[in-house]
Every structure is written in C-alpha cells, then in structure tokens.
C-alpha cells in the first residue's frame, strides 16, 4: 500500500499538530481539574446542605459539560491531524500503545456519561435516594478522567523516556510517568481553581443584584483558594519530575535547563513567579475586604510582597544568555552567574513557596470567616479588582500551561525526536517530500513502513 | 480479523444508533420549532429532541473515536489510505463541525434567552446546526462511499465524487429521518403507556405519536426506491459486490432486513388502521396487502422479483395512506391512547432502529473480504499486523 506525499511543509504538519494539540490539552486537563473540584463542591453541598454549595456545584457542572462537549471535538481534531500530518509517527505510537489508547477513550466515555447525568439530572437527584446516586455521578466521572489521564501519561511520557521501547504496560514504571502524572494532578487543580474563579469573576462583573454578587464573590475566592494551594505543590512535584528527567533522558534534560531552549523554562519560571505575586495580591485584597483583618498580616504582607517580588526576578533570571532569541545582538555576554539554579534560583523558589503559603494560610483564614451571604460593602472598589486579579491568574495559568506543555515537547524536538531515541521526525519526512534521489520531483507515490521490532 | 472487525462494527453500530438519530433529530428540531409558532406543541418536541442530541452528543463522539482507534490499531493500512487521500475534504469536514458545535449548543443551552430576542433567528441558528451536521455526515459518506466503491481521482474532492456517494447520502438522510420519527413515536407511546389515562400531557403525547408516525411511514416509502437508485449505482460499478451479497449467509442479512421493513410496515398499518375512517375499512385489501408485503420478505433473495413485489407494495401502503392522512393530520385520534397502540409504537421505534444498524452492516459485509474495495483487503491487514505484532 503507499500514500501520496502531503507536498508541503513540515512544519505545517509541525504546527497543525501543536496547535490541536495544545488546544485540546486546554480543555482536557481543564475537565479533569473540575470535576475533582466539582465532586468536592458537591460532596460539601451533601452533607452541609448550603444552597452556594450547590450552586458554585451547578456552575461547575455546566462549565464540565461544556468542556467535555468542547474536548470531544478537539481530540476527533487531534487525531484526525495525527492521521493527516505525522500517520508514520501514529501508527508506531499506536502500535505500543494501543491499550492505554483504548482505556484512555472508554474511560473518557466513562467520564462523559457521568458528567452529563450530573448535570442533565440536577432536580432528579434533589431529594431522598436519589442525592447519593447523583453525588455518585460526579465521583464517578472525577474518578474516570483521573484514571483517563492516567493513561494518556503513559504515552506521553513514553514519548520523551521510553523504557521499555515495545511496550506498554511496563511503562507505567517508566524514568517519568509517575512524576508526569503527579505534576498534571495538581497543574490540573490550579487550573481549573483558576478558570473557574475567573468564570466567577467575570460573573461577577456581570452580576445586577448582591445576591448574586455575593454568590460569585464567596465562589471565586473558594476556586481560588483550591487553585493556588495546587499551584504551590508544583515546584515541589516539579523538581522530582526533572531529577527522574535528568537521569532518565540526560539530553533532554540538558535542551530545557541550559541548553537551546532553557529561555523557554525561564518564561515559564517568570510566569511562576507572575502566579504567586498576583495570587499574593488576590489575598491581601482578601483579607483587606474583611472588617476585622487580623493584626499579623499588616508586618507579614509587606515583607513577603518585597521578597515574592525579588524572588519572581531572580527565578526568572536567565543563565545562558546565548540561547535567548536576539540577545546577542545587544550583549556578548554569554553566561549571566546571577541565573544559576545553585543557590540562587533555589532560594528564589523556596521563597516562593514559602510566602506563598503563608498567603494562603491567610487566605484560608478569611474563606473560613465569610459569612454565608455578606452584604455588599458597595464603598469598596476592592471585589472589582480582586475580579481582575482572579481572570488575570486565569489568562497566566493559560500560558504557562501552554509554555509548560511547549518545554516537554521541546525536550523531544529540539533533539529531532518524536520518541526519545526510536523515532526522530526526520523518519515523518517522506510523508511531505520525495527523498533527494527523486531530484526534487514529488514522487507519486510513497511507501508506508510499519513499525518492525 | 474477524475479530477485529467485529469490534469495530460494534463501537461502529453503537455510534451509529446515537448519531443517526441525532442528525434525525437535529434536522427535525428547527422544522418543528417553526411549525411550533402555531402549534405550541411542537416547539416542545423541538426542546427535547435538541435536549436528546445535546446529552447523546458526545457520547456519540467519544464512541467513533473509540471506533476509529481501534481503526488505527487493527486496520493501519485502510486508515492510513483513507486520511491520506481525503485530508483536504476531512479539513473542510473539520471546520464544518467545528461551526456546526458552536451553533447546536447555544441553539439548545441559550434556547429562552434567544428565542425571547428572535424566534427567526433561534431557528436559523437550529437549520445552520443542521445543515453543517448533513455536510459533515456528507463528507464521512464520501469516504464509506469510496471504500465500496472506490475510482482513480487526483485528489480527495475527485475520488469523494465516487459513484455511490449522492445514493448513500440520499439513501442515509431518509434513513435518518425513518429512525427518528419511529423513536419519536415511540417513546411518546412508552411515555403513554408509562402514566395514568387521561393526564394533561396526553394531547402532546398523542401528536407527537401521529407527527412521528407521518414522518417514519413517509421516509420508509422512499427508503426502497433510494436504496434500488444505490444498489443500481453499486451494481454498476462493481457488479462483484452485490453478487457476493446474494451468495453464502450474507443473504440472511438482507432476509433479515426485508423482515424488519416487513414489521414496519404491518406495525404501522395496525396504528394507521385504529383511525375511524367514514368509508371504513377493507379487510379483502387488507389481507391482500399482508399477502404481499409476506412475499416481498420470501423473495429477499430474489431483487428482481422482489422489487416488483416491493413496488406492489408501496403502491398498497400509498393508496391507504391516501385515505388515512387527511383524518390522521386533521382529526382527533383518541383512538391511539391505548396500551396495543403505545406497545406497537414502541416495538416499530427498536424495530426502525435495528433495521438501520441492519442497513449498515450489510454495506459493510458487501465489500467483504476488501477494507476498500479492490485495494486494500483484510488479508493484507492481516499480514501487516503480523509483521508488527509478532
């Protein structure tokens, strides 16, 4: 059997498969972060029975269904791009991984067919018997898109350290796998605790009576309590994800920390650092909208602003000044000694951490103290900022989730890689063009190799 | 491999069974939306078949990736040439859906908020929602088309006008719409039967039975005569294939399909019957007409005697609905809310369904023992997948 050459870029191919991909991985880790938060919201509902627990639980619901309609749509997207533009690199994929492709897709059937009853069947499971079976629904598909996750982290960690190379299963033990699903597990809570203060915020701004206002005020401020306590694990998860990196696949490692693409891993250490400081601020607006803010946090916010500021720069701060794109032509410095990760980005990041935990503990404090429906302090311009503030950390946790998924792809790219040592995207280009002997004509027809052992 | 391709049927039916009642559904909800402005009735049905292809959808999604990954890991070679020699009709199919996502869900989740701005508007956003989904479905035709009967094109848009495309895409469209006035009919028969009499929403329920019942008996008559336009075009373009179909025990499909069109015929006459006509009714006609449609069914083997009974017999089912239709539309028909009546109606919606799931697994079995007609066959997959999976 043979195909006809694509006659066209490469790169095309390149960019058809990043630009559904990255998409898709938007929406996909967006569902698997909601419906956690939406089986805790709803579990929270169940058994203190506060009509905003149900309410934030609904909207949730909704946001779920929604994504899950609109990642139905991508993957069909991504993987007919998968077919089209890499059918080489696919088929071999699928070839290894062929069951966890499957246990991916019935799994996010699985999810699917909860979520919808959640949502569909809302007033059905309002009373008696039925508010188990319907709170059942939403752990269920929480249940199924972890477990969905899980094996689309087979594949993709099998992409940049397969080990073994023609098999499957034995994966799961891969140098990377646990470390990848880990990371996801809370990069996945940050942002969906994140988006879904954002909706709040933006619902927020829309809102034309209090009860309303109060509604999506108190909703915000509990998505983001669960996104930014997730976003202070990760460097934490992150760190053991690259150390198993480091010495699993050394090259690749070597392409994001110091080497081509290490500017790449300062931007996402910017937006890191962007993270945490604009999440600081969320919380001193917090704890300032409370009528009685206790008397610690006015010595502890300035000092701890003043070092999440220092220590956002300084994490920041490129090392290997060569590799930034146009840069050399207003330095000929090539290293910058400030930018080394020993001590100095160590240091920035546990500042990070540590601060940012002593924000959240305060923002935890005032969550607790909120009363069920505050009336409106129309004097304050503060809600309106802190809306702001919640969809400037959503728009951020968009792009560092973009810049992150970017870093690993780039692990394997940069070095010419589709599957770390085994397929290199040099294999994919007689899918676009004749090969050299063919004097630059397209062939007619181009032969379809299979995955041999 | 057969193995194989039972799996892939199965996913492939049970995507089928949501989808092709979803694009029934979808075309009918804008039309009843409209009729709706008279006839409050029927913006409900309108709500809730919108309701009912919302909540399937992505099950009906998630089901043909299901079905096309198991594509990729047990056909590489069909999947590999069929996403190569299509990919620029399977863009076009990509942003057809894509547009066609973002009309279908505000249409269903904005439908008040819409509706109280312009009802004109709300439809048009319903038929555009339509219409994208008969194009994305159109394109996937193309492709099934081609595999049965495949021709030498330059590029993908060429080798989709492959003969049998337009027949199966005409022959589908009306299949979709037999499978959703059936199930219409039928779940408001089971909605019937399920309360007590004389309940409020009865009136509903009875027009829903008749409208669904009006449009499964009318598409099912035109089912025969696009399904002879398709298996013409088959036949001459490749002669091979419906004669394989005739030989061994592919046949009991086709039997098998007769059986169920037979069903729907006679379950329908038994509903259309319980209307009080003034001339009444036949019973030498009627027992003619039983006759006729038990021999159409013993002479499936047979096309051309077949198709000559079949003739016979839309000509009988014409000429009854001729008198029948006036008072069914018109008249009311509390003859229909009894427990025989909701039971019949229920049985033709599972019977509409699986004569559908028939329909297309008999165009799969044709092509038998190719994956793509004269091109790629299972054998050669076989063999494929030996030498990567030892």
């Keep these: 059997m043979t195909l006809e050459p694509l006659e066209t870029s490469l790169t095309v191919g390149r960019v058809a498969i990043a630009a559904s991909a990255l998409t898709h991985t938007l929406f996909a880790t967006f569902i698997v972060g909601s419906s956690l938060i939406g089986a805790v919201t709803a579990t929270f509902s169940y058994v203190t029975e506060k009509e905003w627990f149900n309410r934030l639980a609904k909207l949730i619901a909704f946001a779920l269904v929604l994504s899950t309609a609109s990642i139905s749509f991508f993957g069909v997207v991504l993987v007919f791009a998968l077919n089209i533009y890499w059918p080489q690199f696919w088929h071999r994929l699928f070839h290894v991984m062929f069951w966890p492709f499957l246990g991916e897709a019935a799994l996010f059937l699985g999810e699917a067919i909860f979520a919808y009853a959640w949502y569909y069947l809302w007033e059905w499971g309002r009373h008696g018997w039925r508010q188990k079976v319907h709170l059942a629904f939403i752990w269920l598909a929480a249940g199924c898109a972890l477990s969905a996750m899980f094996m689309i982290d087979i594949t993709a960690s099998y992409m940049l350290t397969p080990d073994p190379i023609h098999s499957a299963w034995e994966n799961v033990f891969n140098p990377t796998m646990i470390h990848l699903d880990l990371h996801r597990w809370f990069g996945n809570l940050t942002w969906a605790g994140f988006a879904l203060g954002g909706i709040c915020a933006v619902r927020y701004l829309k809102s034309t009576t209090d009860t309303d206002r109060n509604f999506f005020q108190k909703g915000g401020n509990y998505c983001f309590v669960i996104g930014y306590g997730a976003l202070l694990v990760m460097p934490v998860v992150g760190y053991q994800y690259l150390l198993h990196l480091r010495y699993g696949q050394p090259q690749a490692f070597y392409t994001v920390m110091l080497g081509e693409r290490s500017w790449l891993f300062d931007v996402v250490a910017l937006l890191y650092g962007l993270l945490i400081l604009f999440g600081s601020l969320y919380i001193m607006q917090m704890v300032r909208s409370q009528s009685k803010p206790p008397p610690s946090f006015i010595g502890f916010n300035p000092l701890s602003l003043t070092v999440i500021v220092i220590a956002t720069m300084m994490l920041a701060m490129p090392y290997q000044l060569q ?77 560092i989730l973009l810049a992150m998924g970017w870093v690993r792809e780039s692990a394997r790219a940069v070095n010419g890689y589709l599957i770390y040592g085994e397929m290199r995207l040099e294999d994919e280009k007689s899918t676009y063009q004749a090969s050299p002997s063919d004097n630059g004509f397209f062939p007619k027809e181009i032969p379809y190799e299979s995955f041999e052992q | 491999m057969t193995s194989s391709s039972f799996w892939i049927g199965f996913f492939s039916l049970a995507h089928i069974t ?141 080798r989709l006008w492959n003969p049998t495309w337009v027949p199966l895409m005409v022959h589908r469209f009306f299949g979709n719409l037999v499978i959703a006035g059936y199930v219409m009919a039928g779940y408001a028969g089971w909605r019937l039967w399920k309360q007590s009499p004389q309940k409020k929403d009865d009136a509903y329920y009875l027009t829903l039975i008749k409208t669904g019942m009006a449009i499964g008996i009318v598409s099912l008559m035109i089912q025969p005569v696009s399904g002879f336009v398709f298996a013409q075009h088959i036949q001459n373009a490749q002669p091979d294939i419906l004669q394989n179909l005739y030989e061994g025990q592919t046949v009991l499909l086709v039997i098998g399909q007769f059986t169920l069109l037979a069903l729907l015929l006679l379950g329908s006459h038994l509903i259309f019957r319980s209307v009080h006509l003034e001339r009444g009714h036949s019973y030498r006609a009627e027992v003619y007409y ?78 038998g023992p190719d994956t793509i007609h004269g091109i790629i066959n299972n054998q050669t997959e076989s063999t494929f997948r030996s030498t990567t999976f030892p």
């Design chain 2, 290 to 367: 039983v006759l006729t449609v038990v021999l159409m069914v013993v002479l499936a083997p047979y096309p051309l005697y077949r198709r000559i009974v079949t003739l016979l017999v839309l000509l009988q089912t014409g000429w009854y609905l001729w008198y029948v239709f006036p008072v069914w539309m018109r008249g009311s028909t509390p003859s229909l809310n009894k427990p025989f009546i909701h039971f019949i109606a229920m049985a033709l919606g599972l019977a509409a369904l699986i004569l559908y799931l028939t329909m297309g697994t008999i165009r799969e079995v044709a092509r």
């Design chain 2, 18 to 158: 949501l989808a092709s009642l979803g694009v029934g559904f979808m075309v009918l909800a804008p039309i009843a939306e409209g009729l709706g402005r008279s006839r409050p009735y029927f913006t409900d049905f309108a709500y809730l078949a919108t309701r009912f292809t919302l909540v399937t959808y992505t099950t009906s999604i998630v089901l043909a990736v299901f079905m096309l990954e198991l594509f990729i890991g047990l056909f590489p070679l069909t999947n590999s040439y069929l996403f190569n020699h299509f990919r620029y009709p399977l863009h076009l199919a990509l942003i057809v859906f894509f547009i066609q996502v973002l009309c279908l869900y505000p249409y269903y989740h904005f439908w008040d908020r819409l509706r109280s701005k312009s009802i004109t508007w709300h439809i048009t956003l319903g038929t555009v929602a339509a219409v994208l989904i008969l194009i994305w479905g159109g394109i996937l035709d193309g492709i099934g088309s081609f595999m049965m009967t495949p021709v030498q094109g330059d590029n993908g848009w060429a």
């Design chain 1, 323 to 399: 590799h930034i794109p146009l840069l050399n032509q207003l330095t000929d410095q090539e290293i910058n000694s400030l930018g080394k990760m020993q001590p100095y980005k160590y240091f920035a990041l546990s500042s990070l951490v540590v601060f940012g935990f002593g924000h959240w503990l305060y923002s935890l404090r005032v969550f607790g103290r909120m009363p069920p429906a505050t009336v409106s302090r129309a004097v304050s311009g503060a809600p309106r900022r802190m809306a702001g503030l919640l969809v400037t950390l959503a728009g951020l946790t968009v792009i």
